[in-house]
């Protein structure tokens, strides 16, 4: 059974920063395409970003590209996601997800599934 587990969510001011971490329990993460997804309260998930298994292929939501940077470090089995200039909007629970690429990412299928990390922006 795969385990993926998130980590860096907390409260940040609007304009601030936070650093989630998405941790392979278990298994190789470096083997998968990683996705991050958020929901808010009373919304639908949403697709915030998917690297490819290498790194080398990242895509990123409209809402928040040129905020949000996707990265990993196969080393330490670890996907990260780099969260800038926060809006109020991003406050959700983010979610990381394994599959084995992001064929359709923003679609949501992928197979493994975190159970989150909660972000709030408020001043």
């Known amino acids: 059974q795969l385990e993926l587990v998130e980590s860096g969510g907390g409260l940040a001011q609007p304009g601030g920063s936070l650093r989630l971490s998405c941790v392979g329990s278990?298994?190789?993460?470096?083997?998968?395409?990683i996705g991050w997804f958020r929901q808010a309260p009373g919304k639908e998930r949403e697709g915030v970003s998917c690297?490819?298994?290498?790194?080398?292929?990242?895509n990123y939501a409209d809402s928040v590209k040129g905020r949000f940077t996707v990265s990993r470090n196969n080393a330490k089995n670890t996907v990260y996601l780099q969260l800038d200039s926060l809006k109020p909007e991003d406050t959700a629970v983010y979610y990381c997800a394994a599959d084995w690429n992001c064929g359709g990412w923003i679609l949501g299928l992928f197979d493994y599934w975190g159970q989150g990390t909660q972000v709030t922006v408020s001043s």
């Open positions: 690297i490819s298994p290498g790194g080398t292929t990242t």
């Open positions: 278990d298994f190789n993460l470096g083997d998968r395409a």
